[in-house]
């Protein structure tokens, strides 16, 4: 089984509808993050939370939040979808114990937003 | 500000080239320096790393050198196969700030038989 899952992996939704996308890991790490892909842009970080009680803000956050509702979950809301929302969404975590730092990304959900 | 620079691609390579894709940095302390590998349909996965200057990281069959003054950490393989095709990217990451990834933008690698 999959140590990072995201659900959906594929999502249309209109423009001005609320979704959420899921993350959920079975590795047991403190630190999970989500991001977007871009063609030509690579990765770029959304939010990112280094345990249940820390919620941090990426460089793109305007447009999104997230809920961080146990170690093993964190969710991305967009409250109001807009076109420009429309990409591959990443979720990742890591395990800070003894400095290492690798992180591990969810196989992606892709959101077109009409 | 801290960025990752990488050569643009796509990069088309018959089977069995040699590969060499480029990474530069710009970053205001001793970075980790990482290769993540995207295979079609798939997340990213950890290809391999180095943590400090003149390490290298290999793994596969690749290596990167943590080139400290020439700030690069270029991705190389010396025979390359039709399965290596993939997006490839090139971070950074810091320690003591925050510890987040930087990426570049992506090297999207295609292996022709």
């Known amino acids: 089984d999959a140590d990072v899952t995201q659900t959906p992996r594929n999502r249309i939704t209109k423009t001005g509808k609320r979704i959420m996308l899921e993350c959920s890991q079975t590795k047991g790490h403190d630190r999970m993050y989500w991001y977007r892909q871009d063609p030509g842009l690579g990765l770029r970080l959304i939010y990112y939370s280094f345990d249940v009680k820390d919620i941090n803000k990426g460089e793109i956050s305007d447009g999104y939040s997230v809920s961080r509702q146990a170690q093993a979950k964190f969710s991305l809301s967009l409250e109001s979808a807009i076109p420009n929302q429309t990409a591959l969404y990443f979720c990742?975590?890591?395990?800070?114990?003894?400095?290492?730092?690798?992180?591990?990304f969810g196989p992606g959900t892709r959101l077109l937003v009409l | 500000g801290n960025s990752v620079t990488q050569m643009e691609g796509p990069v088309t390579l018959s089977e069995e080239a040699f590969l060499t894709i480029n990474c530069t940095y710009t970053a205001t302390g001793y970075p980790s320096l990482f290769w993540y590998v995207q295979y079609p349909g798939e997340g990213l996965q950890l290809l391999l790393k180095a943590t400090k200057a003149d390490d290298k990281g290999s793994n596969k069959g690749f290596e990167a050198t943590y080139r400290k003054e020439t700030t690069s950490f270029h991705l190389e393989k010396g025979s390359v196969q039709v399965s290596d095709s993939a997006v490839y990217f090139c971070?950074?990451?810091?320690?003591?700030?925050?510890?987040?990834?930087?990426f570049g933008q992506g090297t999207e690698l295609s292996v022709k038989p």
């Open positions: 990742a975590t890591s395990d800070w114990t003894g400095g290492e730092e690798t992180q591990y």
């Open positions: 971070a950074l990451f810091f320690y003591n700030q925050g510890g987040k990834l930087i």
